[in-house]
């Protein structure tokens, strides 16, 4: 099966599970919700049970209903349709008293079916036989994951040499806990021109580096920069991602100041608690100036400002803006930049945080 690549906007999604007095009925569910989160592609994952345990069903949709979300989607954690399936849980969603109330809000509710007779569940299944049977079993993926972890690792030492030859004495102005920025943003763009672009503060990387290990919280302008960084290796460290683009808040208080969305998105940001904080801006140069602004005025103090937006209006003045700012800071000069550069420069520094050097 194919899964989509991109995450479902103001999508919740609801495991139902049926219940049980024993806790690892409930753990289960929980596990198997939580590795449905780090895939990144529903906004909400949440679980609730017909019995015996909480939240119950009707509660899980009322909590779901309230995180901002256009539609929730209701999975029954059961092997095969029944009774459970097709009468008691549509009755406990209450989709007659229910839907009504949500469809006034905007909420399209949806009911999925249960799990099946999947190829996916036999595999399983025969795993299972195989360990009773005190057998072996090493599935093909970790084959694969070996081959790929040794073959990977040999593209980018080849890779990174390659792009020191590109760059060549380009390198020689930045010190020695900048260049693995550098090469990674010059990996990522295949361009060796952004070796000259790019200008990191001095106390960049150590401010970058420093504020995930105390787990800080990361702010993107745009869900394409989210989209770029690996939610579980950031956990490992406590942080979370944020982007408040898509807040509804955001675009009431963009309505009402007369703001771009972007940077009414930075100022809700702000308002949420930005100090020691990594800012991620990859496309809209009217959040640089709206942190600029705040930071000038003593509101927000981050940890570090990655600010690389692309475009002709405003991308270049923005980052100028950055520069001067007493805030450590990263930025690509000019109007070049963009998204991906943003993410290449936040996964450096995670690379960095987690101990590890490229090449």
């Known amino acids: 099966m194919v899964l989509t690549p991109k995450t479902l906007d103001n999508v919740g999604l609801i495991l139902i599970g049926h219940g049980s007095k024993l806790p690892h009925n409930r753990e289960n569910l929980e596990k198997i919700a939580t590795l449905i989160r780090s895939h990144g592609k529903f906004q909400v994952v949440d679980i609730a049970f017909m019995v015996r345990d909480t939240p119950t069903v009707d509660e899980a949709v009322d909590m779901v209903a309230e995180k901002g979300i256009s539609k929730i989607v209701l999975i029954p954690a059961f092997l095969a349709p029944g009774v459970h399936t097709t009468e008691d849980i549509p009755g406990l969603i209450g989709v007659k008293g229910k839907e009504p109330q949500l469809k006034a809000k905007g909420i399209e509710l949806v009911y999925g079916e249960p799990i099946g007779s999947d190829e996916r569940i036999a595999e399983v299944l025969e795993e299972k036989a195989f360990k009773a049977l005190g057998q072996e079993v090493k599935k093909d993926s970790e084959i694969l994951d070996a081959y790929s972890v040794s073959a990977s690792g040999k593209i980018v030492d080849k890779s990174m040499m390659l792009i020191r030859q590109a760059i060549g004495g380009g390198l020689a102005k930045f010190s020695k806990d900048k260049i693995p920025i550098v090469e990674r943003v010059v990996h990522t763009t295949a361009d060796p021109e952004f070796a000259k672009l790019l200008a990191i ?29 690996n939610d579980v290796r950031l956990k490992k460290f406590g942080s979370k991602i944020y982007t408040y683009m898509n807040d509804e808040r955001a675009m009431d208080l963009a309505k009402k100041e007369g703001l771009t969305r972007s940077a009414a998105a930075m100022r809700l940001a702000i308002q949420d608690g930005l100090d020691g904080a990594i800012i991620l801006i990859g496309n809209a140069p009217t959040a640089v100036f709206e942190l600029a602004d705040q930071i000038k005025a ?30 450590p800071y990263v930025v690509t000069r000019g109007r070049r930049g963009g998204s991906t550069i943003a993410v290449a420069v936040f996964n450096a520094l995670l690379t960095l945080a987690e101990g590890k050097l490229y090449g």
């Open 298 to 327: 003593g509101k927000v103090k981050p940890a570090l400002i990655v600010a690389v937006p692309v475009g002709f209006v405003g991308a270049a003045e923005s980052k100028e803006v950055a520069e001067k700012l007493s805030i």
């Open 201 to 229: 503060s001095d106390d960049a990387v150590k401010a970058g580096v420093d504020a995930i290990k105390a787990g800080a919280k990361v702010v993107t302008d745009v869900k394409m920069v989210r989209a770029g960084i």
